[in-house]
């Protein structure tokens, strides 16, 4: 048997310590030693983090004495066999607040098992043991987990138990004195557990979250996959992210995007908690249980590519925000801005013309998950443009079949094909399976079989493996929507819903760069391809300290962009490292990248529209 204890030992220190036991029957069977290590990555976030380094002291004792080590690389260690029960001490550094790997301090403890437990090779087949010890001086904290309880109490520390190490490294621990929801969705016990000082509204908050995982559990057919589902949420000022695991997620939010008491309307800000709830929930199905066969299984000493992150994450970014408005816990009219608001990140990145989402998702090791100043030219995202795909391909599929079929239905196939079916699941989904799927979903619809299959692989290419713009305005006039582009009027100008749209009079300048102002200067952060800042010389890095010849400010550009027209010039003065340089801008008109969402004359009343939001059903 293989028995980890986790102790918050040294909160003030940040400090985890683990004891790894290998009983000597265990320890005999393997006879050319012990080999342990620890994962470089974590699945659902596609970058190398080494976790390995945080492991600040480790030492191996048998029978007594102490066990020689050696490293064999940066997360591996190696023990010579031996006859004795093997005790191995190791302490990891949790000073990272994130959903990533492992924090620790008097407030809380939250820890991943690829932060925290080093594998046995040879083992990973075997069940592991847990058990969570509690810190020596807090007093009251409680547990949340998904791991399963093998003697603890609910909330309890105490044993718990994992099938196997890829089991027990995808349920995160959080503990300390969080607060607690409780609900049922589908007859399964749900949990969402909130660290942090905040003031929500937990009642309303598990009402909504009921809502949300009962229409996803339907969804894909009941039963649901788990037995027990766990929201650790961690709230701070103004974090926001999360990160999927097969029953649990770990999530940070801005403490302001929780509903507070005596709320009743779905803010903005609560709007984009119940999204990230609802996205992570989704992958429940979509990428923890259905995954690409290159993560079947996973090898998490180094990168593993594939194309297919645009249909885990993409897909499961369309399906976020549209089950909200599905269940009816925002209006179509707040989804329809959701939407504007994806097409214009979409929209306004040239990075959009140079790599295919394919590529996106390929490269996400070193491109996406390494993003520099020059990422909105390179770089399209699989997320956001994801979602533009999935919405095509969902009127495609539709329309391909006269409303008779849609990507709901290529969903539950996948599911049924490559999550409930044992052998599907181990093999996982092939990276050009996705096609064949929608070839077979559409094949009883269509006149032509070979028209139709040409009809899907053009799709695909353009979609996936071309730079070439997506047919937006057909998919969403297929849906009852128009889209228009228009200028952006200002910075918080994202895209939105508007009820007609009336095109601009003017158009605003834009001087084709992203700043923020510190310290009385203008620091330029982004330089768009093309723009007017690019086109003068200026870099990302610049520090803008005159414009025409008066000290440089957000008011003083802002009132500048407002009172010029497209053609004039800006005398710009600015620091490149310690040298003062002058450049002339000449100001462009703004890009027509804003999208502005509305309906089509008698959306409302179509059949189409209303199936696609679930209109009727409310
Ligand atoms: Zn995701």
């Known amino acids: 048997m293989i028995h980890y204890s986790i102790t918050p030992a040294n909160p003030s220190a940040h400090i985890f310590e683990v004891v790894l ?56 260690w190696q023990l010579p066999a031996s006859e004795h029960t093997v005790v191995i001490k190791y302490a990891v550094y949790a000073w990272d607040l994130s959903v990533r790997s492992a924090h620790l301090d008097q407030t809380h403890g939250f820890f ?28 009251g904290w409680k547990v949340a987990t998904s791991l399963a309880r093998n003697g603890a109490e609910r909330y309890g520390f105490g044993d718990y ?12 621990v959080e503990m300390g004195t969080f ?19 905040h003031e929500a509204d937990m009642a309303r908050l598990c009402k909504d979250l009921t809502t949300i995982c009962e229409y996803q559990i339907k969804f894909f057919g009941e039963p649901a996959p788990v037995a027990e589902y766990v929201f650790m949420t961690t709230v701070t000022g103004d974090a926001y992210g999360g990160l999927e695991h097969r029953a649990s997620t770990a999530l940070m939010s801005a403490r302001h995007c929780l509903p507070f008491a005596g709320q009743t309307q779905a803010t903005d800000d609560y709007i984009s908690f119940l999204g ?14 259905i995954k690409p066969a290159v993560f079947s299984p996973f090898d998490l000493s180094t990168e593993q590519h594939t194309e297919l992150l645009w249909a885990f994450e993409g897909i499961t970014s369309y399906y976020d925000d549209l089950v909200l408005v599905r269940t009816g816990l925002i209006t179509p009219e707040q989804y329809l801005g959701l939407l504007a608001k994806t097409i214009t990140r979409v929209q306004s990145g040239a990075g959009r013309c140079k790599q295919a989402i394919a590529e996106s998702s390929f490269d996400a090791w070193t491109k996406f998950y390494k993003q520099d100043e020059n ?64 070839w077979a979903q559409l094949q009883p619809f269509a006149q032509s079989g070979e028209q139709l299959r040409e009809e899907v692989k053009a799709f695909f290419d353009m979609a996936l493996y071309s730079t070439e713009a997506l047919p937006l305005k057909e998919s969403l006039a297929y ?23 009336v095109p601009p009079q003017t158009t605003p300048l834009s001087i084709g760069a992203r700043w923020v102002e510190k310290n009385a200067q203008l620091h330029i952060t982004h330089v768009f391809d093309a723009g007017s800042a690019q086109l003068a010389g200026l870099s990302a890095g610049d520090v803008l300290v005159a414009i025409d010849g008066l000290r440089a400010s957000t008011a003083s550009l802002t009132r500048a962009l407002k009172h010029k027209l497209a053609g004039e010039q800006l005398q710009i003065t600015s620091f490149r490292r310690d040298e003062l340089m002058t450049c002339t801008l000449i100001l462009q008109e703004a890009p027509h990248d804003s999208a502005r969402l509305s309906w089509l004359p008698q959306a409302r009343q179509s059949s189409v529209t209303k199936t696609w939001l679930a209109l009727t059903q409310k």
């Open 21 to 76: 036991t290998l009983n000597a029957e265990r320890v005999k069977r393997l006879p050319e030693g012990i080999t342990l290590r620890l994962p470089a990555w974590i699945p659902g976030s596609y970058m190398i983090r080494d976790f390995a380094k945080n492991i600040v002291e480790f030492s191996a004792v048998a029978n007594g004495e102490p066990l020689p080590y050696t490293r064999l690389d940066k997360s591996t």
């Open 276 to 289: 990230l709830c609802s996205h992570e929930y989704f992958h429940t199905w979509n990428i923890k249980r």
């Open 375 to 438: 990422a909105p030219n390179a770089i399209v995202s699989y997320y956001t443009k994801g979602t533009l795909v999935a919405l095509c391909l969902d009127a495609f599929i539709q329309s391909h079949s006269d409303g008779q079929t849609g990507l709901d239905d290529l969903m539950r196939t996948l599911w049924q094909r490559y999550g409930l079916d044992q052998k599907g699941a181990e093999q996982g989904v092939p990276e050009h399976e996705i096609p064949n799927l929608v």
């Open 161 to 172: 138990i994992a099938k196997n190490y890829d089991d027990l490294i995808d349920h995160p």
């Open 112 to 139: 991943n098992g690829t932060s925290t437990f080093l594998e046995v090779v040879g083992c990973a087949d075997e069940a592991h043991r847990v058990t969570l010890l509690p810190p020596h001086q807090q007093k």
């Open 179 to 197: 607060t607690l929801g409780e609900f049922n969705a589908c007859g399964v016990p749900h949990v969402m557990a909130i660290t942090g000082r």
């Open 479 to 501: 849906f009852g929507v128009a889209l228009h582009f228009a200028p952006k009027q200002n910075e918080q100008d994202t895209g939105h819903y508007i009820e007609q749209y």
